[in-house]
C-alpha cells in the first residue's frame, strides 16, 4: 500500500510562517496527484483548505497557500494564528480510483 | 447550505455487522460521487471507499475489499456503508464526505461530523 509521509509535527510562533510537506517514498508528487490539504482540531470533522495543488477552498484564509515543492507537495501558513494549531493532513489520488491520505501533521502555535 | 449526516454506529461485537447511513441536503446527491473516509482513535485520516455518481463504479481501499460494501440511493439521498466481519480496526469515526472527481480534480469538498464504530465483546 502506498505511504504517504508528513512531517510529525511542526511548531511555530505567532505571525511565523510555516511549511508543511507531503511526500511519496518511491515517486515524485505532482499535479497530476491533485493534492488537498485538509484541517482537523481534535474532536472534530476534518475541514478541505487547499484542492489542485493550490486552490483554496471558499473561506478559507489566504494565508494558507498550497504549492509543489521540488517533488513534494507543500502547504504553507504565512502570520500564523492561534487557531490555525490543528493536525494538517495532504491527500493524493494515486490514479485506478485509489486515494490516500498523509500521515499528517500536528501544528503547535506558540 | 450542504450538509451531511451520519448514523448507524455504535458497539459491535467482533464479527458482527453493521450498516452505516449518511444523510444528504443542500446539494442534489446524483450530481456527485461520494465517499467515506475513517479516523481509529488516536490516528491519521483513512480513505475506505468512493462511489461514482450513478453507483456504476465503486472503489475500495485493499485492507477492506471483500467485507466493506458502499453504495447509495440517490432518490432517497442517502449513502451507506455496509460492514461485514467486523474486526478491532474497523473501530473508528467514519465520515461521510462529498468527493470532486472532475478533469484534472480529485478531493473531498464537505464533510459530515462522523459516527463512531466501537468493536468489543
Known amino acids: 500500500q502506498t505511504v504517504v509521509t508528513q512531517e510529525p509535527s511542526f511548531s511555530v510562533s505567532p505571525g511565523g510562517t510555516v511549511t508543511l510537506t507531503c511526500g511519496l517514498s518511491?515517486?515524485?508528487?505532482?499535479?497530476?496527484?491533485?493534492p488537498s490539504w485538509y484541517q482537523q482540531t481534535p474532536g472534530q470533522a476534518p475541514r478541505t483548505l487547499i484542492y489542485?495543488?493550490?486552490s483554496r477552498c471558499s473561506g478559507v484564509p489566504d494565508r494558507f497557500s498550497g504549492s509543489i515543492l521540488g517533488n513534494k507537495a507543500a502547504l504553507t501558513i504565512t502570520g500564523a494564528q492561534a487557531d490555525d494549531e490543528s493536525d494538517y493532513y495532504c491527500?493524493?489520488?494515486?490514479?485506478?480510483?485509489?486515494?490516500?491520505f498523509g500521515t499528517g501533521t500536528k501544528v503547535t502555535v506558540l | 447550505e450542504v450538509q451531511l449526516v451520519e448514523s448507524g454506529g455504535g458497539l459491535v461485537q467482533p464479527g458482527g455487522s453493521l450498516r452505516l447511513s449518511c444523510a444528504a441536503s443542500?446539494?442534489?446527491?446524483?450530481?456527485?460521487?461520494m465517499g467515506w473516509v475513517r479516523q481509529a482513535p488516536g490516528r491519521g485520516l483513512q480513505w475506505v471507499a468512493n462511489?461514482?455518481?450513478?453507483?456504476?463504479?465503486?472503489y475500495y481501499v485493499d485492507s477492506v475489499k471483500g467485507r466493506l460494501t458502499i453504495s447509495r440511493d440517490n432518490a432517497k439521498n442517502s449513502l451507506y456503508l455496509q460492514i461485514n466481519s467486523l474486526r478491532a480496526e474497523d473501530a473508528a469515526v467514519y465520515y461521510c464526505?462529498?468527493?470532486?472527481?472532475?478533469?484534472?480534480?480529485?478531493?473531498?469538498?464537505?464533510w459530515g461530523q462522523g459516527t463512531l464504530v466501537t468493536v468489543s465483546s
Open positions: 464526505a462529498r468527493y470532486s472527481a472532475q478533469r484534472a480534480s480529485a478531493y473531498f469538498d464537505c
Open positions: 443542500g446539494f442534489t446527491l446524483s450530481g456527485y460521487w
Open positions: 462511489i461514482k455518481q450513478d453507483g456504476s463504479e465503486m
Open positions: 518511491s515517486a515524485s508528487v505532482s499535479s497530476s496527484h491533485s
Open positions: 489542485t495543488t493550490n
Open positions: 491527500a493524493l489520488y494515486m490514479g485506478r480510483g485509489v486515494y490516500v
